[in-house]
């Protein structure tokens, strides 16, 4: 928005710099970019009266001028333009006066050896316009010697402001001085909108007639008859220029005007090419055509809004007239339109034709729905004045439903609070009512009620009250002082934190953790070779999947995991250990939702650890994927896990090899050796161990509090026994038993060696246990434990048929 600063003061009595009312603007939200500064070569130009005119010796076409410079110094200027007369006022570029845009500087020269210094000057050497045609005459009145932007009151300084988009109040001269007046506390001079009338009235001559009231909730129309089309006077054509507007004609001119200075869009159409005297504003039809202003054809549809005649369409409403209705030389009659027009339907028409104009810039933004007669007053008026137009009496104004102010409530004390200020009710009311809004008592003491004017499209909600309290403060003003509060993260939920411990546990083993899709392929299912009622063939099918083979939501994490670990062994990483803590989706019957729960999938294949000279490999086995599983119950602080057989395999593991994994009597879970069919079905040609738990159960059982157990003080005493038992014992049940005897200085029991081989028998196995023996009070002897180690040897040896290896 390029807003010349003589035609901001004309509205409001500012004594401030350009630079120091940019600083007043900045602060209070109209961001200044920069100041333009215009005319700047203008400054060694003067007013200057010819006093006479004589025949170039040397040249038929040139002229000696002899001129008045003021303070009694006259010059001799050689000259060829055709209206030089003696008596005539006129611009004179002096000595180094810098002109047109590339800033040639006038010096002293010889022309057909006469000496001229000086230059007088026609409109375009001033680059006021493109007429070229003779000197730029001057009022006979004025004084020589005075400098010619002053006279001519030129425009040379203009605030260049960024507005953001909310503010389509600020889209004009008027916006922008209601502003300043407030920040100073100047009174706001609005422009004569009053133009005189003549008989016969617009009531006969026209008519509108609106179809949309949604589309446009207002429109008004005044009739100008008898105009003559000219260029402007060079006020407004400067005006216009600073603006960055270009003058074409005094009719055309003065709509663009009003434009700038009060930021309402307005229209002028050809009143006789209006056909019927008729204006009817109404939705286009599908796929209308239409001929803008530009001379394009546009396509449109029914959502945008069009102002016809009683024969054809003359306008795209809110966005560029007509090329059938335009203002032409030989126009004598215009009827001017200022109207509302619902900024959604604007923008999109604009966005959707790629046309963007002055007008549907501010249409978007929101316009000031009471100020539009007022603005066909003040162009009536500027077109008698300047086209010697006969303004019709009255104006038709289609306003059904005037504008209701909404009642907008306000806290002092949190508008106080917010802006860091003390801020007193009479401060907050004051700054409101300076703004034009009308404010009344609201319900307590502590609180106001305002009312904004229709032309703040922008103010809604408490907050944004709060925000022209800022503005009238100045941003700058208001303090900056760090926050005071609890820095400082919430715990994490309890669930949350256990699978964090439980990642690092399995990290800690040298795992990789994959995070897999939670979509599957749906023949996922019977890759696994799943029973026809197992739950996890209750599936989700998703409505838009990414493709066939991630249809579905997954029930189980083991095939992503498979995939994961078959897409490594291709790849020639021969050594997997992968992991995945994840939802899996279980559909219910009934429920619209299917049911979530986080499970723990671990795949290993390949070496345990890699391959050493003092070690030599370790393929992965049952032992362990078991250990993992121990591993983690011991990471989180879980006591009781066992592995038992009892039962029926899964199907995808292995009868000879597997599992289930227990905790104090309830199953979480399998492990095992990956079934050779289910193996192949996911590409595995080599051994694959897995293990599937209930992770959320799991979670659930882990202690929340940490039990301190205090450093022993005393050593020590440790027991070793090795019993023969028969191959198929599980080796759990007797540590089981062990763990379980009652003995108050039995500290742990362990299966430190199990041995298979001669002299054993075939069928048998040999089993170490390591008893360990403490007393917190002193250091036991051999005598002390002795008895209760016997006593636990003999019970395993009775229960199990054990018998003590030699």
């Known amino acids: 928005m390029l807003v010349p600063l003589k035609w901001l003061r004309e509205m409001v009595d500012c004594d401030l710099t350009a630079q120091e009312l940019s600083d007043l603007l900045t602060n209070s939200g109209l961001e200044v970019d920069g100041v333009i500064e215009r005319h700047s070569g203008l400054n060694k130009v003067i007013t200057a009266k010819l006093v006479e005119v004589a025949p170039h010796p040397n040249a038929d076409r040139l002229r000696l001028a002899t001129v008045d410079c003021g303070g009694g110094r006259q010059e001799t200027v050689v000259c060829g333009a055709p209206n030089l007369t003696v008596g005539m006022i006129t611009p004179l570029a002096q000595l180094g006066a810098k002109l047109g845009e ?214 795209l409403a809110g966005v560029m007239g007509g090329l059938n209705s335009e203002v032409t030389d030989d126009t004598t009659e215009v009827l001017i339109e200022s109207a509302f027009f619902d900024p959604l339907t604007i923008r999109r028409t604009s966005k959707r034709l790629g046309l963007s104009t002055e007008a549907s810039y501010r249409f978007e933004r929101g316009i000031d729905l009471e100020g539009c007669a007022r603005a066909n007053g003040r162009a009536a008026m500027l077109m008698d004045q300047l086209a010697g137009g006969k303004v019709a009496a009255g104006i038709i104004d289609v306003y059904p439903t005037p504008y209701q102010a909404p009642r907008i409530p306000l806290s002092i004390s949190r508008t106080a609070r917010y802006l860091g200020l003390p801020l007193s009710k009479e401060q907050v009311v004051g700054q409101l009512e300076r703004l034009g809004l009308i404010v009344s008592d609201g319900p307590d003491e502590d609180s106001i009620v305002a009312e904004p004017p229709a032309l703040r499209t922008d103010l809604e909600r408490p907050v944004d009250l709060t925000e022209e309290v800022a503005r009238m403060v100045g941003f700058n003003n208001i303090p900056s002082r760090l926050p005071q509060a609890e820095i400082g993260a919430p715990a994490r939920p309890w669930p949350q934190r256990v699978r964090a411990l439980a990642r690092d546990a399995m990290a800690a083993q040298g795992l990789d953790e994959a995070i897999n899709y939670s979509f599957e392929h749906p023949k996922a299912a019977d890759r696994l070779a799943l029973e026809p009622g197992d739950y996890r063939r209750r599936t989700v099918k998703l409505l838009n999947p990414l493709s066939e083979e991630q249809s579905e939501l997954r029930s189980s994490l083991l095939p992503g995991l498979l995939a994961s670990a078959a897409r490594n062994l291709a790849h020639r990483v021969l050594d997997v250990g992968l992991f995945e803590i994840g939802r899996v989706f279980v559909a219910q019957e009934g429920q619209p939702l299917p049911e979530e729960s ?186 002390e434990v002795t008895p209760g180690y016997q006593a636990l040897v003999d019970e395993l040896m009775k229960s199990f048929g054990a018998t003590l290896r030699a």
Not at 180 to 193: I, R, S
Not at 611 to 637: F, I, M, N, R, T
């Open 102 to 315: 590339d800033g040639q500087e006038v010096s002293k020269v010889k022309i057909r050896g006469v000496e001229s210094c000086g230059m007088l000057c026609s409109e375009r050497d001033l680059g006021l316009s493109d007429d070229h045609s003779g000197l730029m005459v001057l009022d006979p009145g004025l004084e020589p010697g005075r400098e010619l932007a002053e006279v001519l009151e030129l425009e040379t300084q203009v605030l260049e402001i960024s507005i953001t988009p909310n503010r389509g109040d600020a889209l004009s001269i008027l916006g922008v001085a209601r502003d300043v007046a407030a920040l100073v506390g100047a009174e706001l001079k609005l422009p004569p909108c009053e133009p005189s009338e003549q008989q016969p009235g617009i009531e006969g001559q026209a008519q509108i007639e609106v179809l949309d009231a949604k589309a446009c909730p207002r429109y008004t129309a005044r009739l100008v008859k008898g105009i003559k089309i000219g260029p402007s006077p060079l006020w407004m054509r400067d005006r216009l220029m600073a603006c960055g507007i270009r003058p074409i004609s005094n009719v055309v001119d003065v709509t663009n005007y009003i434009l700038m200075e009060l930021g309402q869009p307005l229209h002028a159409f050809n009143f006789s090419e209006v056909g019927g005297a008729k204006i009817v504003v109404r939705m286009a039809y599908e796929g209308e055509k239409f001929v803008t202003l530009d001379g394009q054809e546009r396509t449109l549809n029914a959502q945008d809004l069009m102002i016809c005649d009683a024969e054809k369409a003359v306008g």
């Open 598 to 783: 986080f499970r723990l999938g671990v795949v290993l294949s390949g070496l345990m650890a890699p391959a050493s000279w003092w070690a030599g490999e370790q393929p992965v086995g049952l032992s362990h994927v078991k250990g993992v599983a121990q591993y983690l119950a011991e990471a989180l602080d879980l006591t009781g896990m066992a592995f038992e057989t009892g039962g029926e395999a899964p199907p995808y593991l292995d009868p000879a090899e597997w599992c289930q994994i227990t905790l104090n009597g309830e199953v979480l879970g399998e492990l095992g050796r990956l079934d050779n069919r289910v193996a192949k079905g996911f590409d595995l040609d080599r051994p694959v161990y897995v293990l599937d738990a209930h992770f959320d159960r799991l979670a659930d059982l882990v202690p929340r509090e940490k039990v301190y157990t205090r450093l022993p003080r005393y050593p020590e005493l440790v027991r070793d026994v090795a019993l023969v038992v028969a191959e198929a014992l599980p080796a759990g049940e007797m540590l089981a038993q062990a763990r379980a005897f009652s003995d108050p200085w039995l500290q742990s029991v362990e299966i430190f060696d199990v041995y298979r081989g001669k002299p054993l028998d075939k069928g048998q196995k040999s089993l170490g246990l390591r008893f360990t023996y403490r007393a917190e009070d002193r250091t036991l002897t051999e005598e």
